[in-house]
Each structure stands twice: as C-alpha cells, then as structure tokens.
C-alpha cells in the first residue's frame, strides 16, 4: 500500500509535465483543422462562381438551339458584315 501512495505522488508532477505538450498537439491540430476549412471554402466559392458561368453559358446555347435557324444564320452573317473594331495604335494614343 505504502508503494502505490509514493507512486501517486511520482506520476502527478509527470502528468502535469505531460499536459503542456499535449495542449501544444492539440493547438497544432486546431489551426490545420481551420486552414483546412478556410482551403475548403475557398474552393467551394470557386466552384460555384464556376458552375454559375457555365449555366449562364447553356443559357444562351439553349437560346441558340430553340432560336430559329433562318434567324440565327442572319445574325451571324450580320456580325461578318461588321469591321473589325481592333485598335490602331494610332487610335489608342
């Protein structure tokens, strides 16, 4: 009995010694939890910034489609019929 209460008094300075180190791990893994989370939001913004674009885009592919052909066509060889508005560097000065 006497053995076990001289023990006690070894292991609690030990676990108290122990702790600090185990605070330290446990506030590292923390902030990679919160990097790993900020990481995830970012790409989730991307992602859907993205999809939005896309969706805009079969917007107008689905107006195109369900457009009339004769319509459409006369649209494109109106936009041919127009000149090229590039700038000169005459212009840009």
């Given at each position: 009995?006497?053995?076990?209460?001289?023990?006690?008094?070894?292991?609690?300075?030990?676990?108290?010694?122990?702790?600090?180190?185990?605070?330290m791990w446990l506030r590292?893994?923390?902030?990679?939890?919160?990097?790993t989370s900020e990481l995830?939001?970012?790409?989730?913004?991307?992602?859907?910034?993205?999809?939005?674009?896309?969706?805009?885009?079969?917007?107008?592919?689905?107006?195109?489609?369900?457009?009339?052909?004769?319509?459409?066509?006369?649209?494109?060889?109106?936009?041919?019929?127009?000149?090229?508005?590039?700038?000169?560097?005459?212009?840009?000065?």
């Amino acid at each position: 009995m006497n053995d076990v209460a001289s023990w006690i008094w070894v292991l609690i300075p030990l676990a108290a010694i122990g702790i600090a180190p185990f605070k330290m791990w446990l506030r590292v893994k923390e902030k990679q939890l919160d990097r790993t989370s900020e990481l995830t939001a970012e790409k989730a913004a991307q992602h859907v910034t993205r999809v939005a674009e896309l969706e805009q885009r079969v917007r107008v592919l689905e107006r195109i489609m369900t457009d009339g052909g004769i319509h459409t066509a006369a649209q494109i060889e109106a936009l041919r019929d127009l000149p090229a508005s590039s700038p000169t560097p005459e212009k840009v000065r």
